[in-house]
């Protein structure tokens, strides 16, 4: 299935849909509070989560590559999503850096 651009919150369906992927879950069932630790979402899923989001972003025509940084301190599928909005230039910033780049270097 592919993004709809016309998603209230597509990056958080992008996020979802990844995350689905990687977890062997339903997207659907996938809400932004979700805690991805309670998901089974450890490093390696985190880590193959953004390569998901890398190969469904370019299929879509523009690629986002996500921050190491992010993959460890995301606790919710929302605060992926947030990173994802930021790096998209999409309106809202991630509330973690303010931008993201370099995101979340400390």
Not at 53 to 78: H, I, K, N
């Amino acid at each position: 299935a592919r993004m709809n651009r016309h998603d209230p919150d597509p990056e958080l369906a992008l996020a979802a849909r990844a995350l689905a992927r990687v977890l062997d879950l339903e997207a659907a069932d996938l809400r932004a509070d979700s805690p991805l630790g309670d998901l089974g979402a450890d490093t390696v899923a985190r880590v193959l989560w953004a390569d998901v989001v890398e190969e469904l972003s370019g299929a879509e025509g523009a690629a986002v590559v996500v921050d190491d940084a992010v993959l460890r301190d995301a606790t919710t599928l929302g605060e992926l999503a947030e990173h994802l909005r930021a790096l998209r230039g999409a309106p809202g910033r991630c509330r973690r850096c303010g931008g993201c780049r370099p995101a979340h270097r400390r």
